[in-house]
């Protein structure tokens, strides 16, 4: 959640932004797509004729709202399905009490994602505010609550960027492939998993070779498409004995279109290209008290380029800035399992680092700029299980902060914490409850304790489940907040800031009938934060008194017939500046999503689906505008030739819709892309 004041300050036939959003907070030779500045956005180069007329967005938010009664995020998904990220340990989906979606590698390839941002983009409660597409930064928001109270982990490993205003990791080019499921977990959880999670946890997990049972199997595809886009990659994994080993390597590029709205008729590209790789092996099993003795070494690399429109007093011509971003990642784990599966622990010890360089050709802030950001983090982790139906998650971590560009000196800040969470099941596990606690000690701000408790009870007999949760969060301010000593020539940095703290609750059902055949409910959300750290020119980064973002996340699952499935999702919210009652930057009030695929049963292998998404308008802070409403329609279908192999294509914005969902960049017009993937 992020405070805005209105009015921006002009400088240059520009605006600057009094607001501390992730994407708008200033950063002296750092323009680039939604990291700096506002900037421009325009009509994209539509790549055919008109199609079809513009549907009615207001009948669909009505469809979807009425449809749907709502449903919290996980009532979408099937009752039976686990998630780690709510109580880290495995726990049935029915039986949490915090809103969870889990999306699977099926459920990741029929949606023919690109990127991780494709996979999220319509979970309830999850708004994207996009910088101009492929490549370019797009900022995410849960339930009001900012990028930078959004805590993203790949593979356990915290992979933001220290070095931004507000660190957070950027999806927008890590490719889709690699990934084996995504866990997205809304609400304050800070309690496990501490500063930066007030709004809640992506968690991604790429693919393993464990449980594979062959020395040698994977995927992989190519895709071509509009724009002079075209992506491959290959994965492979396999287990021999006790190793297991995954590996994979992704490529992707696109001349893009013109992301400025009001410039000139200019592409601006972006290319990627990433590779992960994953071993582990099974050292010890069953050897006296030990169940088993388990090490895993992970790790990653990214690299990526793209072009940026100008920033200044030269905004409206293509200067050919280009950003590059550098990211690279590693993982030592390790697991004793003890005592026939009484207690497990967990050892690891990680490293993130990214290193964005900017090459601005503006000769108003000509130059080139680096930014290095390094989280390096040693964490312990214990379940037991003394008896049935009780579990207790217990653990601590340390971890470090480093930050260093060529406009800002080096600075680094340590947070240890202890954390606890007790999870018990009554009933015959229809009712579980969990309490837990964490304790921050943090090098700058001391010591910061949050808590959280949460309920889960369930119906059989009538396929009903209830749900409820209370947690209290808080973000320390990041160490650019703290120490840049300006930005432009204006003071930035301010030592005296206060963390953010937040408190939150959340409350919803939802109904299984017909069979399971449809599936609907709502959950209430209402966030609280004070203290919420804002930016103006001229003064720098200050505390504000408190905002508050509150909604509801409503979600339909049915299967009309054999043949054919809808999903619906839809949310709520309303966040705003409790001080002027202005709405927060990037926060529409609606937005929803629909699907529906069918699936012939006269043409084996087929598989199709026509889906739309939509939003109502929303503030930007950085233009002081308001941006319109929109509504999207996007084709697609599959066909699996064999066993073996298929292929798929797709058409997106087939409307040809002009849009914005972040002021001044233009998002994408009419599109195709064909692929195909094989397995071996």
């Known amino acids: 959640m992020d405070v805005a004041r209105p009015g921006a300050e002009a400088r240059g036939g520009r605006s600057f932004n009094r607001c501390g959003d992730v994407n708008f907070a200033p950063q002296r030779g750092f ?26 967005r207001l009948a669909l938010l009505a469809t979807i709202s009425l449809a749907a009664l709502a449903t919290p995020a996980d009532a979408a998904e099937n009752l039976g399905t686990m998630t780690v990220s709510a109580n880290r340990t495995a726990t049935d989906v029915a039986q949490t009490g915090s809103s969870v ?15 991780a941002l494709d996979v999220i983009k319509d979970v309830p409660g999850v708004h994207l505010a996009s910088s101009g597409g492929a490549g370019k930064t797009t900022s995410l928001s849960i339930r009001g ?3 930078k109270g959004v805590l993203i982990l790949i593979d356990g490993m915290n992979v933001a960027d220290t070095s931004n205003p507000q660190p957070y990791y950027d999806l927008t080019n890590l490719p889709a492939d690699a990934i084996a499921r995504i866990e997205v977990l809304r609400g304050s959880q800070s309690t496990l998993y501490g500063s930066s999670a007030m709004g809640g946890v992506i968690s991604i997990t790429t693919k393993s070779g464990k449980g594979e049972g062959k020395a040698l199997t994977g995927e992989g595809g190519v895709e071509w498409g509009s724009r002079a886009t075209a992506k491959s990659f290959v994965n492979a994994r396999g287990e021999a004995g006790n190793v297991y080993y995954s590996g994979g390597v992704s490529g ?11 410039g000139p008729d200019e592409d601006d590209n972006s290319k990627n290209g990433s590779a992960n790789l994953r071993v582990g092996a099974d050292l010890i099993k069953d050897v006296g008290i030990l169940d088993r003795v388990n090490v895993e070494v992970l790790g990653r690399y990214l690299k990526a380029k793209t072009e940026l429109d100008g920033w200044g007093t030269t905004a409206a011509i293509d200067n050919d800035s280009t950003q590059r971003t550098l990211e690279k990642a590693g993982k030592i784990n390790a697991n004793v399992d003890l005592f026939d599966g009484v207690l497990a622990n967990s050892f690891s010890v990680a490293q993130s680092q990214t290193r964005r360089d900017l090459f601005d050709a503006d000769p108003s802030f000509g130059g080139q700029y680096f930014y290095d950001g390094e989280i390096t983090k040693y964490e312990y982790q214990g379940t037991l299980k003394p008896v049935d139906h009780n579990t207790l998650v217990f653990g601590a971590d340390s971890q470090r902060d480093h930050m260093e560009t060529n406009l800002v000196e080096a600075h680094s800040v340590t ?3 202890v954390y606890g969470n007790y999870i018990l099941g009554l009933l015959d596990d229809s009712l579980t409850l969990t309490a837990g606690i964490r304790h921050d000690d943090h090098e700058t701000f001391g010591g910061h304790t949050t808590w959280r408790t949460s309920a889960s009870y369930r119906i059989p007999e009538t396929g009903t ?9 808080f973000r320390a301010p990041s160490l650019y907040e703290l120490y840049s000593p300006f930005s432009f020539g204006s003071p930035s940095g301010n030592p005296d800031l206060k963390p953010e703290e937040s408190q939150g609750y959340d409350v919803g059902f939802e109904q299984s009938v017909l069979d399971d055949r449809l599936t609907f409910g709502s959950t209430f959300f209402n966030n609280r934060l004070k203290n919420a750290i804002g930016y103006a020119f001229g003064t720098g980064y200050y505390n504000t008194a408190s905002a508050r973002a509150y909604g509801f996340e409503n979600s339909v699952t049915a299967e009309l017939t054999s043949e054919l499935s809808l999903t619906l999702n839809h949310t709520y919210t309303q966040a705003r500046d409790n001080d002027t009652g202005q709405v927060l930057p990037n926060q529409p009030h609606h937005t929803g999503n629909a699907r529906l695929d069918y699936t012939p049963s006269e043409v084996s292998g087929l598989d199709t689906w026509v889906a739309t998404r939509t939003a109502s308008w929303s503030y930007d802070s950085g233009t002081s505008t308001y941006l319109g409403g929109y509504l999207v329609w996007d084709l697609g279908a599959s066909y699996a030739i064999n066993d073996w192999a298929s292929v798929y294509g797709r058409l997106e914005n087939i409307a040809d819709k002009t849009y914005e969902t972040k002021g001044g960049y233009a998002e994408g017009g009419r599109a195709g892309f064909v692929g195909v993937r094989a397995k071996f």
């Open 31 to 56: 323009p680039q797509r939604g990291i700096g500045f506002p900037e421009r956005g325009g009509r994209p180069r539509s790549q055919w004729g008109t199609l079809m007329p513009k549907p009615s």
């Open 101 to 115: 979606t889990v999306i699977t590698a099926e459920e990741i390839a029929k949606k023919q994602a690109v990127t």
């Open 145 to 147: 609550i900012s990028a």
């Open 252 to 262: 992707f590029t696109t001349q893009g279109w013109d992301i400025s709205k009001d």
């Open 415 to 417: 947070n240890d914490g």
């Open 465 to 473: 489940r209830l749900h409820a949760g209370y947690g209290t969060g």
